[in-house]
């Protein structure tokens, strides 16, 4: 099974809808609603809420079977650094980080009993740095890390974490730019093209097919 954090998002949903085609797919969102298809359960909480957590771990625990973790949902708040509010940056690192600590950290045991588990973070071409993303870039690099860590920890359950950094895709949040900004993203792209959402679920794919790649960080962002 598949739990996906982040299912409403742009390429959240797209793993959402085509996921479910294959296994069963457990969609967590927050704000934003989605529709329950066949094979797939959608459960709304705040990531930011432990409390939250633990309930829909209580809930669902009975269901928990060969998890595949995916840490899609994130907040993105752009200014610049002094004028960001600390409760900006504290939702940021809340949903960004704290809220996969803590969502991994609940769901492992299963993983551990069943001696099966694949942890897949999403990161981004921002962890490098990026103006007006000071908050959100230190979010996203700590989780290279973050994911080497738990490879080390967990490796010897046949639990595998792997990082996937992202560059521009054309879905989601893109749509909302000027056709200037989205040229100039693509002129950044070797192959001056936005990436498509099909490959981040090849990459999801190969991952949770593979028994030794563990602990790997992978650019798919068309070579920037």
Same mark, same amino acid.
């Given at each position: 099974?598949?739990?996906l954090?982040? !299912?409403?998002?742009? #390429?959240?949903?797209?793993?959402?809808? $085509?996921?479910?085609?294959?296994?069963f797919?457990?969609?967590?969102t $927050?704000?934003?609603?989605?529709?329950?298809l066949n094979?797939?359960?959608?459960?709304?909480?705040?990531? @930011?809420?432990?409390?939250?957590?633990?309930?829909?771990? $209580?809930?669902?625990?009975?269901?928990f /079977?060969?998890?595949?973790?995916?840490?899609? !949902?994130?907040?993105?708040?752009?200014?610049?650094?002094?004028?960001f509010?600390? /409760?900006?940056?504290?939702?940021?690192?809340?949903?960004?980080?704290?809220?996969?600590?803590?969502?991994t950290?609940?769901? %492992?045991p299963?993983? #551990?009993?069943q001696?099966?588990?694949?942890?897949? $973070?999403?990161?981004?071409?921002? !962890?490098?740095?990026?103006? &007006?993303?000071? =908050?959100?870039? =230190?979010?996203?690099?700590?989780?290279?890390?973050?994911?080497?860590?738990?490879? *080390?920890?967990?490796?010897?359950f046949?639990?595998?974490t792997?990082?996937?950094?992202?560059?521009?895709?054309?879905?989601?949040?893109?749509?909302?730019?000027?056709?200037?900004?989205?040229?100039?993203? *693509?002129?950044?792209?070797? @192959?001056?093209?936005l990436?498509?959402?099909?490959?981040?679920?090849?990459?999801?794919?190969?991952?949770?097919?593979?028994?030794?790649?563990?602990?790997?960080?992978?650019? %798919?962002?068309? &070579?920037?």
């Open positions: 099974m598949v739990i954090t982040g !299912a409403s998002g742009g #390429i959240g949903e797209y793993i959402y809808r $085509n996921k479910s085609k294959d296994e797919v457990l969609g967590i $927050n704000k934003n609603s989605i529709e329950t094979n797939t359960k959608v459960e709304k909480i705040d990531l @930011s809420n432990e409390n939250e957590i633990l309930g829909f771990i $209580n809930k669902n625990k009975l269901i /079977e060969n998890i595949t973790l995916i840490h899609m !949902a994130a907040v993105k708040i752009d200014k610049l650094m002094y004028n509010t600390d /409760e900006e940056i504290m939702r940021t690192f809340s949903v960004n980080c704290f809220a996969n600590f803590s969502l950290k609940h769901l %492992l299963f993983m #551990i009993k001696k099966w588990g694949r942890i897949i $973070n999403i990161s981004s071409l921002a !962890a490098e740095g990026s103006v &007006g993303s000071a =908050a959100y870039s =230190a979010s996203k690099a700590a989780l290279q890390g973050y994911t080497q860590t738990l490879a *080390k920890e967990y490796g010897r046949n639990i595998t792997n990082l996937i950094k992202l560059g521009y895709f054309d879905v989601g949040l893109i749509n909302n730019l000027t056709e200037n900004n989205i040229k100039g993203l *693509k002129s950044q792209v070797p @192959s001056k093209k990436g498509m959402p099909s490959e981040v679920l090849k990459l999801i794919n190969y991952i949770q097919s593979s028994e030794y790649l563990n602990g790997a960080s992978i650019k %798919l962002d068309g &070579g920037v």
